[in-house]
């Protein structure tokens, strides 16, 4: 069994970070399947290559960037009023169905992706090994099985395999086992998610900097992971479509006022945290893990055939042995043995063909399209999770340490005031036994105090206090 030495950790090629990506492959789009709700279309090639075109993401992302900045600009001006139509009955519809339609798709493409992976992916356990493991994840194209994967050759432009039975539209990886299917129409959902922003604008509020990058950016990474077809987004697919069904419900309780903890949303903060710094961390891997791939090779080889001779005995003399001797004594032995060559023959030769197990460096990531899609996608997780970072702190961490030294400073004062009160009773029991040489009067006054509530009986008892006290040392 294959262990942990099938595993080489180096640093990538100097050659694979060249900016632009060249000799791309193009995108290959699912094949054709039967419907099913898993599968309620198929994805014309044509279509395929023309949404992951480096225009459409860019353009869109330009053009949403530059809407909220001006929108933002529109609500200052009115002082963030709402707009008229978040007031209608058919905004409230529209929000609910929005968060409702992103919250079942996420959920349904989690499913998808669930069902891949574990087609898709060999468990460490395997005869093979963790090279297997490691095979099933970097390499998307291919049939299945530790060395039959096709990878692009940038040089050639052409799909090899180490596998002579080559075919990169084969099934049995995860990118023809569905992550061709849902990561693309993921991709395009990222197009449909600003109007997230646009609902927040309509309500009079702006639109954050943490937003609109996160919104412009997730289009632009998720291009780049679909377009070169690169092993670690399906990460991205699969956990982002998890926490965004999460999320979508929670909008939508929150559209039908449905009152939920602040523990729910400050979890949801902490998986998207965690999801930027797991997948950053998993992408950039791919650039250093290479592994050893067994390949068998075959040869022809001639080897001479096996002699079918008998032995001679030796041992014992026989007849023919006693013959030889004779002739020997009469002829000769120079001419016995051209008698005995006479009949001897050339030895004969076969063709056999043998096999060989070499072991083969294979690198997790071969393209510079690939590595350009890992190294975008870290640059762009690594402010986004400070954004988040900084979000949760100020949203969460700041805002209860406030609350708790607020309502300390409230407990801190209402104890004062206690103190106070007792000490400003207790100075008026005494005067008044001085003065008036009883309790009837604090009895009453405690009477009085004790059908009052909150903050208002304080304040009555201390200045009933007060003026006892200032009634006593008038008269004192």
Known sequence: MADAQSVVVSWPEAALFRFPPTNAPEPLAPAPAALSVMRPFNIAQPLYAWALEVTVPLTVATVYAVAVKALNRYNGSRNKQPWAVSKTRLFHCFVVAHNVLLAVYSAWTFVGMLATMRRAIVAPTHSDGLAATLDSLCRLHGPPGLGASAYFNETTQAWQSLDSSLDASSMGRIWNEGLAYYGWIFYLSKFYEVLDTFIILAKGKSSSTLQTYHHAGAMICMWAGMRYMSAPIWMFVLVNSFIHSLMYTYYTLTAFAVKVPVGVKRALTSMQITQFLVGATYAMTHSFIQYLVPVVTSKTITVPEASSALPLATATPSPAGMLESLRKLLLGSQHVAKAAAAPAVSPSFKTIVVSETSRVTQPCIVTTGETFAIWLNVLYLAPLTWLFVSFFVTSYVKRSNAAHKIKGALQRHQNNVILAEKAGWDAARDVE????????????????????????????????????????????
């Open 433 to 476: 036994r001085e003065v008036y040489g009883g309790q009837d009067l604090v009895h009453a006054m405690t009477k009085n105090t004790q059908d009052a509530n909150g903050s208002a009986d304080s304040q009555s008892e201390s200045s009933v206090a007060s003026r006892v006290q200032g009634r006593a040392r008038r008269r004192a």
